[in-house]
T-cell receptor, first 113, second 108 residues
């Protein structure tokens, strides 16, 4: 029973490039959440999606960041024109409903040079 | 504003030395309080969900309790493999708000 999968696990980008982070939820889960974790900081909510719908993006920066969860395939968190401050660990979580426990993936560690 | 504060930030214990981690919270409408364990370089691993004051849950050497303002994670006779960062989080609506965690180190 595969858990939440994220890839890549590590991603290095130069300033100005684009970063694409992928998340496949646990089998049977249709709710996906993205979080960011900065060094010495707690996990911060970014966005909550269901299939083909963004439910809550109140934690997403207004510019350069976008997320999608298409009908087929993984959820994608996209960061355009990355800056050094985007360097962080990005975690995806999934749940069966919005009232159930969220289970986390292993994260993608983004380093912007 | 919803807030989660964990204490202490770090804790070093000898193997077998029991202790408790604290999580204080303020939230407008608590839908659940969660404890996760996070090892270096990995994602948070789910431990417990508590829903109402007075509720308790146990798993091996861990026991989580909940009051109206705080939660405790009690660790009984810990072993070195219990070393990790323990995260507390509260759910309000569809968002989960995390504390910064307590880094626990168990010395053999």
């Amino acid at each position: 029973n595969a858990g939440v999968m994220q890839n890549p696990r590590h991603l290095v980008r130069r300033r100005g490039q684009e970063a694409r982070l992928r998340c496949s939820p646990m089998k049977g889960h249709s709710h996906v959440y993205w979080y960011r974790q900065l060094p010495e900081e707690g996990l911060k909510f970014m966005v909550y999606l269901q299939k083909e719908n963004i439910i809550d993006e109140s934690g997403m920066p207004k510019e350069r960041f976008s997320a999608e969860f298409p009908k087929e395939g993984p959820s994608i968190l996209r960061i355009q024109q990355v800056v050094r401050g985007d360097s962080a660990a990005y975690f995806c979580a999934s749940s069966g409903t919005d009232q159930e426990t969220q289970y986390f993936g292993p994260g993608t560690r983004l380093l912007v040079l | 504003e919803d807030q989660v504060t964990q204490s202490p930030e770090a804790l070093r214990l000898q193997e077998g030395e029991s202790s408790s981690l604290n999580c204080s919270y303020t939230v407008s409408g608590l839908r659940g309080l969660f404890w996760y364990r996070q090892d270096p370089g990995k994602g948070p691993e789910f431990l417990f969900t508590l829903y109402s004051a007075g509720e308790e849950k146990e798993k091996e050497r861990l026991k989580a309790t909940l009051t109206k303002k705080e939660s405790f994670l009690h660790i009984t006779a810990p072993k070195p493999e219990d070393s990790a960062t323990y995260l507390c989080a509260v759910q309000n609506g569809d968002k989960i708000i995390f504390g910064k965690g307590t880094r626990l180190h168990i010395l053999p």
